[in-house]
């Protein structure tokens, strides 16, 4: 099955600063990707999603951004972080059709 | 936006069934419905799911109307660390199909 690798576990960053998380997927080719963002006693609200290289859906406009460089690399950044961009980050991937999603143990991000 | 509506919290007594109702009306044919739980500070975590005949698993049980309008999640016997927040997505077949949270239910039990 497929593993799903994300870090840091926990970031500590200035407003302003630059952001890049990375999730890296083992076990599988060609998968689904989502980046989801989960505020303090929230839901997780969809960032964006990804269906092959290159390819990157964008469900909310915001101060963030994702590439995909390769099959199996998501990355979600940010050139100037806001303090509402602090939240638990999720990557997640899924083999599509009626297949479930596996999700990463998160970022913990906290902007001050 | 979420197609599944769910009671915001629940509370279960550990060692009895926790019976998690989900709407999900207008829910397409081709739409599956998935649930997925949280335990604090973690990662969602795939439960269980089914498109229109109920479904068991080692984890619980998925009961489906057969209008498909609404379903029902099964925890046969509630434990302590089933107490989680418990999400109801309905997801259809096309690779490109996101997958969008709801409010979810927190499920709390009770010793």
């Known amino acids: 099955s497929q593993t799903i690798h994300q870090w840091p576990a926990t970031l500590v960053q200035p407003v302003g600063s630059p952001l890049s998380l990375e999730c890296t997927v083992e076990?599988?080719?060609?998968?689904?990707l989502y980046w989801y963002r989960q505020a303090a006693g929230r839901g997780l609200q969809l960032l964006f999603y990804?269906?092959?290289?290159?390819?990157i859906s964008s469900e909310v406009p915001q101060n963030l951004s994702a590439s995909r460089p390769q099959d199996r690399q998501f990355i979600l950044s940010s050139k100037k972080l806001l303090l509402s961009d602090s939240g638990f980050y999720l990557c997640?991937?899924?083999?599509?059709?009626?297949?479930?999603?596996?999700f990463g143990q998160g970022t913990r991000l906290t902007v001050v | 936006d979420a197609k599944t509506t769910q009671p915001p919290s629940m509370d279960c007594a550990e060692g009895r069934a926790a019976n998690l109702p989900c709407n999900h009306s207008?829910?397409?044919?081709?739409?599956?419905v998935y649930w997925y739980r949280q335990i604090h500070s973690q990662g969602p975590q795939y439960i269980i799911h089914?498109?229109?005949n109920n479904e068991t698993n080692e984890m619980a049980s998925l009961i489906i109307t057969e209008d498909r309008k609404s379903s029902t999640l099964i925890l046969p016997h509630a434990t302590l660390r089933d107490t989680a927040v418990y999400y109801c997505?309905?997801?259809?077949?096309?690779?490109?199909?996101?997958?969008?949270f709801g409010s979810g239910t927190r499920l709390s039990i009770r010793p």
């Open positions: 997640a991937c899924s083999l599509g059709g009626h297949t479930e999603a596996f």
């Open positions: 076990g599988t080719s060609n998968p689904n």
């Open positions: 990804s269906v092959g290289i290159g390819q």
């Open positions: 207008t829910i397409s044919g081709n739409e599956y």
């Open positions: 089914g498109l229109k």
């Open positions: 997505i309905v997801r259809g077949v096309s690779s490109a199909s996101k997958i969008i």
